[in-house]
Nanobody, 125 residues
Framework: QVQLVESGGGLVHPGGSLRLACAASKFALDYYAIGWFRQAPGKEREGVSC????????YYVDSVKGRFTIFRDNAKNIIYLQMNNLKPEDTAIYYC??????????????????WGQGTQVTVSS
């Protein structure tokens, strides 16, 4: 069983920044790729970003490229999602998850084996 704990959500004005954190065991972070997903009210869940520890490769959905950065803090066993220049359309519950395709198919959500509990991000003036 893998436990994932997200934190860092909140309310921010458009153009602002937030840093989400996904804490997990070192084993989980080394063995699995870690994806960030989001789900807005009335919309389907969307894969936002993915980090593959084996080579440090990162992946982003087009709508967040240049604004979001995913990275790992090895000392703390945390995967962060740094979100800059936030827009109202980024409002959603954000989830981190372990996934088994090495990020190749993370965006489908179908390769996820463990989910975190989610953290709310609201972008509003």
């Amino acid at each position: 069983q893998v436990q994932l704990v997200e934190s860092g959500g909140g309310l921010v004005h458009p153009g602002g920044s937030l840093r989400l954190a996904c804490a997990a065991s070192k084993f989980a972070l080394d063995y699995y790729a870690i994806g960030w997903f989001r789900q807005a009210p009335g919309k389907e869940r969307e894969g936002v970003s993915c980090y593959r520890s084996s080579d440090g490769n990162t992946y982003y959905v087009d709508s967040v490229k240049g604004r979001f950065t995913i990275f790992r803090d090895n000392a703390k066993n945390i995967i962060y999602l740094q979100m800059n220049n936030l827009k109202p359309e980024d409002t959603a519950i954000y989830y981190c998850a372990t996934e088994v395709s090495g990020c190749t198919h993370y965006y489908t959500g179908q390769t996820v084996n463990y989910w975190g509990q989610g953290t709310q991000v609201t972008v509003s003036s």
